[in-house]
Nanobody
Framework: QVQLVESGGGSVQTGGSLRLSCVAS????????MGWFRQAPGSEREGVATIDRYATPTYGDSVKGRFTISRDSALNIMYLQMNSLKPEDTAMYYC??????????????????????WGQGTQVTVSS
């Protein structure tokens, strides 16, 4: 029983920044691998970033150098700081937790099939 709620989405201009938050409740553990995924209309769900218990991050190639994932394990909060936003970043962003209990994220990672808990999503729109 894990509940995930995202917030922080909105509309920004190209080059702007947004900070997404994901609050977890229920039976949550710091050893869970957590991540962010996104999906644009008509597109496949894409892995954005993941973070393990030891704060080791993994990023998708399209966001490396622009996005930063972090977490506060004690408060069960995960963040995604998004800088230098582009119109291509426009999508619904989902918070997710890996379905297995582990201190590390599954390798190679960024696979949505490895995640069993999902939030409702928060919309990010970047204007050109």
């Amino acid at each position: 029983q894990v509940q995930l709620v995202e917030s922080g989405g909105g509309s920004v201009q190209t080059g702007g920044s947004l900070r997404l938050s994901c609050v977890a409740s229920g039976y949550t553990y710091s050893r869970y691998c957590m991540g962010w995924f996104r999906q644009a209309p008509g597109s496949e769900r894409e892995g954005v970033a993941t973070i393990d218990r030891y704060a080791t991050p993994t990023y998708g190639d399209s966001v490396k150098g622009r996005f930063t994932i972090s977490r506060d394990s004690a408060l069960n909060i995960m963040y995604l700081q998004m800088n230098s936003l582009k119109p291509e970043d426009t999508a619904m962003y989902y918070c997710a937790a890996e379905k297995r209990l582990s201190y590390y994220c599954h390798s190679p990672g960024l696979r949505d099939s490895d995640f069993g808990y999902w939030g409702q999503g928060t919309q990010v729109t970047v204007s050109s």
